[in-house]
């Protein structure tokens, strides 16, 4: 497997334009995970899904934030309008629960750079 | 709620030295509890993970030991290698329904040769 696949690797953007971030989990994985790295809050998390469905979103800064996950193997996470203090790395991560494997697997992640 | 703590770092070692960073955590009942590390612009990778009590993960020559009565989860290698520089966190999945993890603040390591 391809492992958990994100894009862009990079984005830099403007204060105030729409950003889009995408992840694609494992195959068969049926849950989602959203973090976002900084060096001031370390790893956060922001929404999770199950089944495509979003569990918990109490992490999501504000409402300049919104997730998507139509379908199992694509997930969004949106920022608008985005503020340079949205500037982190952004991961996701998939994870498939049974006995025995409960670890999540990260993707590469989004440098994201708002100015 | 639950938490982790681990040693704040930078920690700086000599090639062949012995590396222990700390970790100690706050949940109720019996989290899963793991290590991983991020190499310099990459993703998070799991290192090695313990279920139980008294459980001990190891992979690549690092061991961790889930030891209950202190709460903690300490990382441990015998002869760290350039190789090992970068930065590791330490993290618990609660038990119970929760999915999520939990992150410590992370620990930067720079072995130099």
């Known amino acids: 497997d391809a492992g958990v696949i994100q894009s862009p690797r990079h984005e830099v953007t403007e204060m105030g334009q729409e950003v889009t971030l995408r992840c694609k989990p494992i195959?068969?994985?049926?849950?989602l995970f959203w973090y976002r790295q900084t060096m001031m809050r370390g790893l956060e998390l922001l929404i999770y899904?199950?089944?495509?469905?979003?569990?918990?979103d109490s992490g999501m800064p504000e409402d300049r934030f919104s997730a998507k996950m139509p379908n199992a193997s694509f997930s969004t996470l949106k920022i608008q309008p985005s503020e340079p203090r949205d500037s982190a790395v952004y991961f996701c991560?998939?994870?498939?629960?049974?006995?025995?494997?409960?670890?999540?697997?990260f993707g590469q992640g989004t440098r994201l750079t708002v100015v | 709620g639950d938490s982790v703590t681990q040693m704040e770092g930078p920690v700086t070692l000599s090639e062949e030295a012995c590396l222990t960073i700390?970790?100690?955590?706050?949940?109720?009942?019996?989290?899963?509890l793991f290590w991983y590390v991020q190499y310099p612009g990459e993703g998070l990778q799991l290192l090695l993970k313990?279920?139980?009590?008294?459980d001990k993960g190891s992979n690549k020559g690092f061991e961790a030991t889930y030891r209950k009565e202190t709460t903690s989860f300490h990382l441990e290698k015998g002869s760290v290698q350039v190789s090992d520089s970068a930065v590791y966190f330490c993290?618990?999945?609660?038990?119970?329904?929760?999915?999520?993890?939990?992150f410590g603040s992370g620990t930067q390591l720079t072995v130099l040769p």
């Open positions: 993290a618990l999945r609660a038990s119970g329904s929760a999915r999520q993890l939990t």
């Open positions: 195959s068969g994985h049926d849950y």
């Open positions: 700390n970790c100690t955590y706050t949940a109720t009942g019996y989290p899963s």
């Open positions: 991560a998939s994870s498939i629960y049974t006995t025995g494997r409960t670890e999540a697997f």
């Open positions: 313990a279920t139980k009590a008294d």
């Open positions: 899904f199950n089944n495509n469905v979003p569990i918990d």
